[in-house]
C-alpha cells in the first residue's frame, strides 16, 4: 500500500491541500493568486523528532501507529508537487529515544532528514547526547545547513560548523531564517558540551532579526527555536521571546513537546504579530503555515494547518 495513503484521510482533507487553503481566502485572493499578483510560501516544519523513524507499534498505547518517516516524506513529496515555494525546517532534538540512535549515533536520522529535502534545522540539547564531537561526526550526513546563533562554538569542534542564519529566496521572497537554543547548563552534562558558550537569546534574538528584516531587507524572518514554548518560572521561552523582541514574523518551537492545536500570536516590543508553532514530538504530526504575499501593497496573510501522520486506522 502507498505510504501516503496510510495518512489519516480525514485529517488530511480537514487541513491539506490547494482547495482546502484557496477556500479560506478572500475573492481578491484567489484571484490575485492566479493572475500571479499573489505569492505563496508554504513552510512545512517538525521538531523533536527524537530518532522515530518507525511508527509507533501497535501496542494499545496512546500514540500506536502514528508518525514514521516513510509516510512523512511520502506527504512532504505531495505538498511539493502541488506548491512551488516550499520550505522544510526542524527545530532540534533529531537525536534521542529509539534504539536507532543508540546504535548509529544520528547518521540515520540525518540521512532520512537529507533524503526528504530538509532546507535546514537547529539544535536541541538532545542533539548533544553523544557529545558535541558526536554530532560533529555526523554533519557529513546532512546536507542541509545547523542553524545556530547564541551556542559560540569559537573553542569546539563545531567552531565552523553551523551558520547564524541563512537567506532562502524563493521566487523573488527573501526569507531569513534562524536558529535558538536552550541553556544547557544544568540540561545537559557539561562534558558532552565542552566550552559551547550559550549567548542570551532575547538578546541575540533582536540582533540577528533586525539585520535579517532592516539590513538584508527579508520579506520573512524564522526563528528555529528550541527555548520550549512557555514555562511557569522564569525562564526565556518562545511566548517570552516573542514579546520581548522585534522583526520575528513566526518562532517555529521545540524542546516542550506541545502540541498546539493552532499558531498562537504574540505583540512583539513594536506590537507587530509574532507567530508561535510547536508540533508536539516524535514525528507524530507535520507542521505547515502557508504565508500570501500581496505584491501591490507589501502586506502579508497566512494560514495553518496541521498534519497528523497515521495508518489510518
Aim: hydrophobic fraction near 35%; charged fraction near 25%.
Amino acid at each position: 500500500m502507498d505510504e501516503l495513503k496510510k495518512i489519516n484521510r480525514r485529517q488530511f482533507v480537514k487541513v491539506g491541500g490547494v482547495l482546502a487553503a484557496s477556500a479560506a481566502m478572500s475573492a481578491y485572493a484567489v484571484d490575485a493568486l492566479a493572475a500571479g499578483d499573489l505569492q505563496r510560501l508554504t513552510i512545512l516544519h517538525t521538531n523533536d523528532v527524537h530518532s522515530r523513524i518507525e511508527p509507533f507499534p501497535m501496542d494499545g498505547s496512546r500514540n500506536q501507529g502514528l508518525g514514521g518517516a516513510a509516510r512523512r516524506a511520502a506527504l512532504i513529496n505531495k505538498i511539493r508537487q502541488e506548491q512551488s515555494n516550499v520550505l522544510l525546517l526542524d527545530a532540534g532534538d533529531i537525536f534521542q529515544g529509539t534504539p536507532y540512535f543508540n546504535m548509529f549515533g544520528g547518521e540515520l536520522e540525518l540521512k532520512l532528514m537529507s533524503d526528504m529535502g530538509y532546507d535546514a534545522a537547529t539544535m536541541g540539547n538532545h542533539d548533544f547526547d553523544n557529545g558535541i564531537e558526536g554530532f560533529y561526526k555526523q554533519l557529513p550526513n546532512a546536507n542541509f545547513p545547523i542553524l545556530m546563533s547564541n551556542y559560540d562554538f569559537s573553542n569546539t569542534v563545531m567552531h565552523a560548523s553551523t551558520k547564524p542564519y541563512k537567506i532562502f529566496n524563493k521566487q523573488g521572497l527573501k526569507i531569513g531564517v534562524f536558529g535558538l537554543g536552550i541553556e544547557l547548563a544544568g540540561l545537559v552534562d557539561p562534558r558532552n558540551y565542552k566550552e559551547t558558550q550559550y549567548l542570551d537569546p532575547v538578546k541575540k534574538g533582536n540582533e540577528i532579526a533586525a539585520l535579517l528584516k532592516n539590513e538584508l531587507k527579508c520579506d520573512l524572518v524564522i526563528c528555529l527555536s528550541h527555548l520550549g514554548y512557555s514555562y511557569r518560572e522564569n525562564k526565556v521561552s518562545d511566548k517570552v521571546l516573542a514579546a520581548q523582541t522585534r522583526n520575528i514574523d513566526l518562532i517555529i518551537g521545540g524542546h516542550t513537546h506541545t502540541f498546539l492545536d493552532e499558531p498562537e500570536d504574540v505583540k512583539n516590543l513594536d506590537g507587530e504579530v509574532t507567530t508561535i508553532n510547536q508540533v508536539g514530538w516524535a514525528g507524530i504530526n507535520l507542521g505547515r503555515i502557508d504565508y500570501y504575499f500581496e505584491k501591490r501593497n507589501g502586506k502579508k496573510s497566512k494560514q495553518a494547518s496541521q498534519y497528523q501522520i497515521t495508518n489510518g486506522l
